[in-house]
């Protein structure tokens, strides 16, 4: 073993950190051993959750092979849009495992999870027009997280009944992380072994819940990796992501560690600055190549968007809310999706950053795609479908950008409008968005059930006006009016309850058809 040290104020010296392992590995093969309930290694191999696996696998090398016997699954989520050089770093790793597993017969079972296409980072911003995430909406952790991973634990939950889940959290990553540890230490059944609060039949284990920065990146570097990994490659990477380009393991309090450096998500805007990926093109100029993907990313940090997103929400009404202004207050709508154009900006910003990054990267890196052909043509069945922009954009943009065609299998229809008819409603709508949106979804919708019942056509059609018959102001003036309708029954205020219904009534039959009888 190296010789390496830890501050002299720590709770551990090395010797007792040694001793430690030494426990924590008995307490790893013991509760192993106790059941066959398969175990869940939730890994994002970054430096906790290596040294977890690191510790579980040297325990159950341990054990004489005939114990071996109890499954365990190696989790790790890969949200699409996670950091490239992070990205070949887990493809290795899991491969590395995946080999030394079959080939040493450890019971080792490497998965790479995804998010349903559906609900990938590309599908919702450009195909929904979800605007960037921010935490009071933030769409994303759920969709591209949360969701693979508890679909993955309910499958295995179908087959075995129950499981353990191993997570390399630690208290003294964060006051949140800490609080969160704490709260599942009621009802532990051991220690380290606590109840999972959001599924049944399954428990959570923390092995070094109580493990600091220094400790781990000293079992790190002071114990060989057991699969053949290596963990000074590890290092290295931590250390390329820090701003100062050191990653110091004799420190004291005040010193910075390499568990500074978080890697995550090269679109995240819940961030203030992507520091790691700021530190990597910094720090090592074979790394400039990153840049393109830091410049979307900070593109899309934005403090005010209103001018990229429409005035209704995503499903066409206007909803209103209330604001500190400069002489008190202001009622304003919530801003909703992005707009078409927007969307197409940003399709043509990554594709336009992956055509660049293919051109300048390392050989090893050139085939990094930024968005896949199944989010495209699901954000182009969206476009045409949902949002009836027929004009079908997406296959123009992809050949402009791309310089060859878009094939898409999944939309093979003949086409009864496309750009051209797009164009002359352009020319007929001149400068109206709004109407030329009405004319777009009612012709498209009347299309669309050419092919299908006319069953609901009616409704659907009536849908159409009622999201896009106003124009902007006019939707806004009729959101103010139904806002001070219900504060004025809720205020009991009869007067004004008759004003505004009448008000309502008269705008109701000048600008809203009843098709309800064809």
Known sequence: MNNLQIPSNSSRNLEQLVEHIQELTNEIQSLYLSDSVPWIVGISWGKDSSTILQLIWTAIEKLPIEQGHK?????????????????????HSMKVLKAAAQEKSMPFEPHLLHPAVKNSFWTC???KGYPAPRHGFRWCTERMKIKPVNQFI????RVYGETIIVLGARKSESVSRAAV???NEVGRVRERLSPNPNLA????????EDWRTDEVWMYLMQFPNPWGGNNQDLFTLYRGATADNECPLVVDTSTPSCGDSRFG??????VSKDRSMEAMIQNDEDKEWLQPLLD?????DIHDDRDKRDFRRIYGRVELFERKAADGTEVVPIPGPYTKFWREHWLRRVLAAQVQIQNTAPVDMQDITLITEEELGEIRRIWLEEKHEFDDSLPRIYEEVMGKPFKDNRIQEKKLLGGDEW????EICSEDAMHLELMAKLLDTERQHATKSRRGVFENLEKCFDSSSRSKEEAIAHAHEKRDLKQAASQGDVGKVKQLTWAQMKFQTNEEPDLSDG
Do not use: H, Q
Request: hydrophobic fraction near 45%; charge should be neutral; charged fraction near 20%.
């Open 125 to 127: 911003l450009m195909g």
């Open 423 to 426: 164009s002359i409603l352009e």
């Open 154 to 157: 309910r499958d295995i939950l």
């Open 181 to 183: 540890l704490k709260k």
């Open 265 to 270: 998500c090269w679109v995240c805007t819940l």
């Open 201 to 208: 039949n399954s428990l959570i284990y923390t092995p070094i």
């Open 296 to 300: 979307i990313r900070n593109e899309l």
């Open 71 to 91: 499954k365990v699954y190696v989790m790790t989520t890969d949200t699409l849009v996670e950091n490239p050089i992070v990205t070949a770093w887990v493809n």
